[in-house]
């Protein structure tokens, strides 16, 4: 009789400490994660497939830049702003969000660490430039983790898909390592063929660098403004699609002094003039021969 008073007693003290925890649980609960979780996780993944969409999309702008010592895709607020004024069918991946605010949807993607917020280390116009550049190359996390579009900066914090040739070139790389390596075994004809290819490209890139500094230095003496072709050509930080860019960008430093243009312009002349005093007489030597 005693051990079944026990027992019996043994669980009714289970029964009040199971009750009074869930008294806990509910009392503490928030009531903004009421949601299951696997409804939480489809609103998680609608973002992250939101984020990747607009990542991806060629009409967002986008640049790469050095925060905390490491290469970050990011774009401008108003930018952001913008494109999705400009196509709202991209907020149809948040579902049941997709009547939010473009300023709400810019703070769950903060929120979510699928941004961060930046902002431009150097803050200060450097000598002979007008104004702060649009797209800094070095950021730094800024305090206030906000979304706004007015001179704010956002970089993605998630890895983004490789595309398929980027897949295809991580694979070549090795076998071209391996190429260059067994070089000395090649066949002669084989060795001249690859000589020969690498001083025409190497011409062909001395040549666009002669080509677009005498545009520069013959636009610059003329027009006073600095129009460089080919602008990210010697970038060290610069994408593949960034480093051929044809057009120039917009000049926004201050227009040289014309006493400045008239010294290089005179200096350019006496250049000339030097080099074709000293330029070998061509008919001379035929005439010799």
Not at 150 to 158: G, K, L
Not at 210 to 215: D, F, K, P, S
Not at 252 to 278: D, G, M, N, Q
Request: aromatic share 12%.
């Amino acid at each position: 009789v005693m051990t079944k008073e026990m027992k019996k007693s043994g669980a009714e003290k289970k029964r009040v400490r199971r009750s009074s925890a869930a008294i806990q649980n509910g009392g503490n609960r928030d009531p903004n994660t009421d949601t299951p979780p696997r409804k939480q996780a489809v609103k998680k993944d609608a973002f992250q497939l939101f984020a990747e969409k607009v990542r991806n999309h060629k009409e967002l702008e986008s640049r790469w830049a050095v925060l905390q010592e490491t290469r970050v895709e990011y774009f401008r607020g108003k930018d952001f702003v913008s494109f999705l004024k400009k196509h709202p069918e991209a907020k149809d991946l948040l579902e049941s969000d997709s009547n939010l605010e473009i300023e709400d949807i810019g703070n769950f993607l903060l929120r979510k660490n699928l941004l961060v917020r930046c902002d431009r280390v150097v803050k200060t116009v450097r000598p002979g430039k007008r104004k702060l550049s649009k797209w800094p190359a070095h950021l730094e996390i800024f305090p206030d983790q906000v979304f706004s579009e007015n001179d704010a900066f956002f970089a993605w914090t998630f890895v983004n898909r490789r595309p398929l040739w980027q897949t295809l070139l991580s694979f070549f790389w090795p076998v071209l390592t391996l190429a260059i390596c067994l070089f000395p075994v090649y066949p002669h004809q084989a060795k001249l063929l690859i000589l020969y290819s690498c001083a025409g490209v190497l011409l062909l890139i001395l040549s666009l660098l002669l080509v677009r500094a005498t545009i520069f230095g013959v636009m610059w003496i003329i027009l006073g403004k600095r129009i460089w072709f080919f602008p990210n050509i010697l970038a060290e930080e610069a994408t593949l699609r960034e480093l051929f860019r044809f057009w120039p960008k917009k000049d926004e430093e201050e227009r040289p002094k014309w006493t400045a243009r008239l010294f290089y312009a005179i200096v350019a002349v006496l250049v000339i003039l030097l080099l074709r005093h000293h330029a070998p007489d061509e008919a001379a030597r035929a005439r010799s021969v």
